[in-house]
């Protein structure tokens, strides 16, 4: 039980699919300039790779390797996200018309969001157990949505902030995510003794 305890914590802050892998930089850019599409966008995302990643561990474990299919993957993993994505934009639709307004072709764009098919890699990679893979995808999900909604509150004040003209934008932008990124560095120190 420590060890997935540990490894969600790792897969959440230490090795952030965004800050320490790079992934799903698009969203990360589109969608953060309000709290609550970030939020929502997040939650739709944790779900898909979630999802995804159970499914594409059964694919993997019972259809690809099996058959010495594995070159295959790649579309294979990206047609079960597909799935899992028609079926987040239709629940979320039709629950929360005015979030799935907000977060408009971003919704869709799950499908191409290289955060979601890189967690599925990052499983065959590791050769995890379908337990652990699920919890792994949880929460490399979670630490997902953290930084999607603590980076939208921080590009919410600058927007109101007196920015210099020269760094208004992207520019402060990413400098807000460096500086998120360094602070997120500091959880590599935790021990695990």
Known sequence: MKDYALMMIGAALVNNVILARFLGLCSFMGVTTRI??????????????????????????????PYGLGFLRTVTFILVIASAVQFTELTVRKVSPQLFQMLGIYLPLITTNCAVLGVALLLVEGRMSFMASTLFAFASSVGYSLVMVIFAGQRERLAVAAVPRLSAGPPIGFIVASLLAMAFMGFSGISTG
């Not at 939650?43 to 790779?49: G, M, N, S």
């Open 36 to 65: 609550d599409a970030a939020a929502g966008m997040g939650l739709a995302t944790t779900f898909v790779i979630t999802v995804s990643s159970m499914a594409d561990w059964a694919v993997q474990h019972y259809l690809l390797a």
